[in-house]
């Protein structure tokens, strides 16, 4: 079975910085079946990525993901207010699981 | 418009049966899979299974394999999470949510939530 693991656990950052954040695979996975999303509290999780580095319509370009074989990153170029929320990653091949989590809290 | 609305929150006593629902809409329900995740006070997401309701394939991911039944009805395109016997750290909320193509895909659709509480 996949274990994803997010770093960092949390961090604090003001608006306007940029950040990145991890998700490390214990095996090689195909970037195809890796999956970024957002969630805030009392809310369901939004699709951010797909692919790896794929935007569903209507998410914002300064979200961006990249990465291959075990590691896989998530940049948000400026932060927004509104993208202060926990991140999780996801494989979705034929077996699925998810990270963690990485909680980005405003300084 | 891709919809899955879930049926509402539940309260039970451990040992007690349930089985909660997600209604879909706005797309073929019978080519995309979907599936279960559950998100435990305070933690993190957990994924717990899909199912094809074209032809009903199930995959479960082992921590949950036998701990919960996944099904569909394509005739009232509603997917269903049931438990045979609660315990009380079945207490969560539960998700559903479409995988975005017609194979192994990230949850592009999700329901709001059912928020099952076990206690006696």
């Known amino acids: 079975e996949i274990v994803l693991t997010q770093s960092p656990g949390s961090l604090s950052l003001s608006p306007g910085e940029r950040v990145t954040l991890s998700c490390r695979a214990s095996?090689?996975?195909?970037?195809?079946?890796l999956a970024w999303y957002q969630q805030k509290p009392g809310q369901a999780p939004r699709l951010l990525i797909y692919?790896?580095?794929s935007r569903p319509t209507g998410i914002p370009d300064r979200f961006s993901g990249s990465g291959s074989g075990t590691d896989f990153t998530l940049t948000i170029r400026r932060l927004e207010p509104e993208d202060f929320a926990v991140y999780y990653c996801?494989?979705?091949?034929?077996?699925?699981?998810f990270g963690q989590g990485t909680k980005v809290e405003i300084k | 418009e891709v919809q899955l609305v879930q049926s509402g929150t539940e309260v039970k006593k451990p040992e007690e049966s349930l089985k909660i629902s997600c209604t879909a809409s706005g797309y073929n329900f019978n080519t995309y899979w979907i599936g279960w995740v559950r998100q435990m006070p305070g933690k993190g997401l957990e994924w717990m299974g899909i199912i094809y309701p074209g032809d009903s394939d199930t995959k479960y991911s082992p921590s949950f394999q036998g701990q919960v039944t996944i099904s569909a009805d394509k005739s009232i395109t509603t997917a269903y999470l049931q438990w045979s016997s609660l315990k009380a750290s079945d207490t969560a909320m539960y998700y559903c949510?479409?995988?975005?193509?017609?194979?192994?895909?990230?949850?592009?659709?999700w329901g709001h939530g059912t928020l099952v509480t076990v206690s006696s």
């Open positions: 996801q494989h979705y091949g034929s077996s699925q699981t």
């Open positions: 095996q090689s996975v195909s970037s195809t079946y």
């Open positions: 949510a479409r995988q975005r193509g017609s194979g192994y895909s990230a949850f592009d659709s």
């Open positions: 692919g790896a580095s």
